[in-house]
């Protein structure tokens, strides 16, 4: 059996061409939700403001029985996290307990990440090959298809074959993604789309304030409070030092043209 597991707090806008880019090559999919950020304030300081914290505005579950209820490939059920750290490995865990079975591989995955069809499949020719885990680098989406962000050496889904890690270290972690320390790997060959960049206003204005409530609490960067305004709504071509985090801004310099190859527009339904 190979699995997909997804988790998901927020952005619906991708995750059905997510899901439908990978269950071709997987035998069951398990969406997991939360109602709730990691962190859960009634208030947040923004822009020098204390403001109230805007409420979760979308639905996952009514959304998947919209979209899946009635495809037996595709599970899905509520849990909640007060960090991301190990959070794909308490996941798998937690589905292992449902089904009683552990697969041959599972691949942790986000509702904006996109693959072109078939290359789930290629993916696990190379992790069968004696490899623990393997991931693949990002083509990151600015806003829409036609900008991205210039390459970086970020994975992220990863497919991992679980008896390997239990063999060697049964204890494995993942860390605050699918990865872990010590275990980066990636295809040289393939690569997957994220879309995390290209969610609707609203839901980039909540990722932005829940990343500005919970960051410092985790562990993770602090996000730049004029990032969501100058940075991503009013952004142009001309905008330089785009990154979200307040101290790595550098890292991502600007946004450059891109040409989406004509294959994937069609799997996105883009004309």
Avoid at 100 to 120: A, N, Q
Wanted: hydrophobic residues 35%.
């Amino acid at each position: 059996m190979n699995w997909a597991i997804y988790r998901i707090h927020y952005g619906l806008d991708f995750l059905k061409q997510s899901i439908d880019s990978i269950i071709d090559d997987v035998d069951k999919v398990f969406v997991v939700f939360s109602k709730n950020p990691w962190v859960v304030k009634d208030t947040v300081t923004y822009l020098g403001d204390e403001i109230s914290m805007p409420k979760l505005h979308e639905n996952v579950s009514m959304f998947l029985q919209e979209e899946y209820l009635s495809n037996k490939k595709v599970d899905w059920f509520e849990q909640e996290f007060s960090t991301p750290r190990n959070q794909f490995r308490k996941l798998y865990d937690h589905v292992v307990n449902i089904e009683r079975s552990h697969p041959s591989t599972v691949l942790f995955m986000e509702p904006d990440m996109v693959f072109k069809k078939g290359d789930v499949d290629n993916l696990r020719i190379q992790l069968l090959s004696n490899l623990p885990c393997v991931g693949t680098l990002q083509i990151e989406l600015w806003k829409d298809h036609r900008y991205r962000v210039p390459q970086r050496d970020r994975i992220g889904p990863v497919m991992w074959s679980p008896q390997t890690m239990l063999d060697t270290h049964p204890n494995w972690s993942t860390g605050f993604g699918p990865t872990t320390v010590g275990y980066e790997r990636y295809s040289h060959n393939i690569q997957h789309y994220n879309f995390g960049f290209c969610l609707n206003a609203t839901t980039m204005l909540y990722k932005h304030l829940t990343a500005i409530q919970f960051s410092a609490e985790i562990g993770d960067s602090i996000p730049s409070h004029e990032w969501y305004r100058d940075k991503w709504l009013n952004w142009t071509p001309q905008t330089r030092d785009i990154e979200i985090s307040e101290k790595w801004k550098h890292l991502i310099p600007r946004a450059e043209l891109y040409n989406m190859p004509n294959e994937m527009k069609a799997q996105m339904g883009i004309s």
